[in-house]
């Protein structure tokens, strides 16, 4: 008879990880934040996707510029990890609206994971809804928009239609010569700038400030603008930090290109005076709400929304205009019409967005353009250059001021639709959201 004692009862096998799923998990993330997404929108995606891939205890880490997922079988066994670094960001909301449609799909149970991943290579080798000829002109319609809002006639609008796409033409080769971001937006500026200045030595000086409030419009970064703020408010600091970071230097070189040009001008001669640039609509014109639903409907189209979406921005800009333009009406101070207007709108996207099951940013972004602060830079640049120091920080500082309360107007808009809906966040639910646990300042 064996005495010896028994063996010990060998340890359960630990859950497995599927590397399939880690991959699908951070390519999704991958195109989401590539695509212009915002990180809590991004890390809800992705935590989805995990918990529908039976990915055990699985960690999402999100920033600008990496992904990390990481699953932990247990039982001793070694986590899986994975990371991916995002290298080229392009606005392509188009794509938004198929990657969360991907992902809801797959939260239901309704998508293998073969199936997952055949549909996201789809997804990744679709072609835009628009030409790339239409992106392209999208942009010189959307500053030609802007100088008809600024009071800008036909010769006006033209002529700004011509500066931006020149600019943007020239941004574009010194692109493919690997010349850094920041200095093709200051190329870009200045042209537009340069064209106003050729038009004041022509004797038009009241022409010239629609013309280049009309080709920085162009180059504002809304898209970044907004999602930095909404990163901020749902915690996500890191990614705000860095999203507010890029809106600095993506203004700061606008403002270079500027202020080169304008200190240019002024020292050959050129009469450049704030007298002559345009002051906002005092009362609702049609042809300022045509031109700045114009505004929303080409800036959406730049942005690659999806085609459905169009109606809604073009409708987005004409109301924000409208809500700005009573509010100064009743003497509302710029930055707080702006805010007010935003907040509206704001409403209207989120709703709007999830009624439809689409993600939000394709809504809110394009509705923002015909408020973003043109006029108030080229103010502040015209005053800094002309003997006016003091107006001319203030003036940039009521630009950057506008700017900031357009972004968060729209994002408190989402924080009250979501305050006073049932249905939660669809990946770790209502109450799992990290921005909604107090900090109480600790």
């Known amino acids: ?170 941004a574009a080769a010194l692109a493919r010569r690997g010349i850094a971001e920041f200095f093709q937006l200051t190329v870009a500026a200045a042209i537009g700038a340069g064209a106003a200045a050729v038009v004041v030595a022509m004797g038009n000086p009241g022409q010239a400030a629609t013309i280049v409030t009309g080709s920085i419009l162009a180059l504002l970064p809304g898209r970044p603008l907004v999602a930095s ?17 890029e809106v600095f230097f993506m203004i700061a070189a606008i403002v270079a290109g500027l202020g080169a040009v304008v200190y240019l001008a002024v020292n050959l001669g050129v009469e450049i005076d704030v007298r002559h640039l345009p002051t906002p609509a005092a009362e609702l014109r049609p042809v300022a709400v045509i031109a700045a639903a114009g505004i929303s409907l080409t800036f959406a189209v730049s942005l690659a929304v999806p085609r459905d979406v169009l109606l809604s921005a073009a409708l987005g800009g004409a109301l924000i205009w409208a809500l700005y333009v009573i509010a100064r009406g009743w003497h509302v101070p710029p930055v707080l019409a702006a805010g007010m207007a935003a907040t509206v709108v704001g409403i209207l996207a989120n709703w709007q967005a999830r009624r439809s099951g689409q993600p939000v940013m394709p809504y809110v972004v394009p509705s923002i353009g015909p408020l973003l602060p043109g006029t108030a830079l080229y103010r502040g640049m015209v005053e800094l250059n002309t003997g006016s120091p003091e107006s001319g920080v203030l003036s940039l500082i009521g630009a950057v001021s506008v700017a900031l309360a357009l972004a968060a107007g729209v994002n408190l808009g989402g924080e009250l639709v979501r305050a006073f809906q049932h249905v939660g966040l669809s990946a770790s639910g209502r109450w799992a959201r990290p921005a909604a646990r107090r900090t109480r300042g600790f």
Not at 125 to 136: D, E, M, N, Q, T
């Open 229 to 245: 703020i909404q990163d901020g408010i749902t915690g996500d600091l890191v990614s705000a930090g860095a999203r507010v970071l």
């Open 1 to 170: 008879m064996d005495h010896s004692p028994p063996e010990p009862p060998e340890e359960e096998p630990s859950e497995v990880v599927d590397p399939r799923a880690v991959d699908l998990v951070l390519r999704v993330g991958e195109l989401l934040l590539a695509s212009g997404e915002t990180t809590e929108r991004v890390n809800e995606a992705m935590l989805g996707l995990a918990v529908a891939y039976e990915l055990p205890r699985c960690e999402v880490q999100v920033t600008l510029t990496s992904l990390l997922v990481s699953a932990h079988p247990g039982k001793g066994a070694p986590p899986m990890t994975g990371t991916r670094a995002i290298r080229r960001r392009v606005p392509a909301f188009w794509r938004l609206t198929a990657l969360h449609q991907l992902v809801q799909d797959a939260s239901i149970g309704m998508l293998e994971l073969d199936e997952a991943h055949r549909r996201l290579a789809e997804i990744k080798r679709a072609r835009p809804p628009y030409p790339a000829w239409l992106l392209v002109v999208s942009l010189g319609l959307i500053a030609a928009s802007g100088s008809v809002l600024s009071g800008g006639g036909p010769l006006v609008a033209t002529t700004a239609f011509i500066a931006t796409l020149l600019g943007d033409r020239t």
